[in-house]
């Protein structure tokens, strides 16, 4: 933008140390607001994808036949399946804490993807750790006889493709409780520096 007067000397912009600037608990709140919403972002991602599994067993509940679905023949899902698609509602609570800086909503967002993230993922490795054990040390030399003992769905060994989404969702949900704690360490520094004053 061009100034309309005579330029003072020493105003060339090289000042801007002496400048005010965004105390550093602001900055890294905005920083860390934005990386969380990305991770809010990826877990509805991994949710409509846990959607999809589920939707064979959805629509046998309510009575409605679809031939491609059937014919997926997707096995029936266990119960953590439908309790780990409860930690979608819990975005909410997340979003809802970062749009008003609400310490304590995001506590309970913390707590929440701890119980209804972590929870389920872990109950699942457990739940398929057999499965994946066997496969991997299974001898491909080998009779057909011991491919039995594995679960497989189009091929692939079922209790494999659950590690696959549990190591995405887990990274998904280790950066949504990094970013939380970061966000909480911010919004303290910002809150006993207002008492200070």
Same mark, same amino acid.
């Given at each position: ?16 140390? @002496?400048?005010? =600037?965004?105390?550093?608990?602001? =900055? ?9 919403? *990305? ?33 997926? =023949? ?45 929870? %389920? ?13 066997? *496969? ?20 692939? %060994? ?12 887990? =990274?998904? @949900? ?24």
């Amino acid at each position: 933008m061009a100034s309309r007067g005579i330029m003072v000397t020493g105003t060339n912009g090289a000042d801007f140390q @002496h400048r005010e =600037q965004i105390a550093v608990q602001y =900055q890294l709140s905005a920083l860390n607001k934005s990386r969380l919403k *990305y991770c809010v972002f990826f877990h509805n991602i991994l949710f409509l994808v846990m959607l999809a599994k589920l939707s064979a067993d959805i629509l046998d509940r309510l009575d409605i036949f679809i031939l491609e679905i059937e014919e997926l =023949q997707i096995p029936q899902p266990l119960l953590w399946e439908y309790i780990w698609c409860l930690s979608l509602l819990l975005s909410f609570i997340g979003l809802s804490a970062i749009k008003r800086n609400n310490i304590r909503h995001l506590r309970n967002y913390m707590y929440g993807i701890t119980g209804l993230g972590f929870g %389920p993922l872990l109950y699942c490795v457990l739940y398929y750790c057999g499965d994946v054990w066997r *496969y991997l040390t299974m001898n491909k030399d080998e009779d057909d006889s011991a491919e039995v003992e594995i679960d497989l769905w189009q091929g692939y %060994p079922y209790g494999l493709l659950w590690y696959a989404f549990v190591l995405l969702a887990s =990274q998904v @949900h280790f950066f949504q409780m990094y970013f939380s704690y970061n966000l909480l360490k911010a919004w303290r520094a910002r809150g006993a520096l207002r008492k200070a004053e």
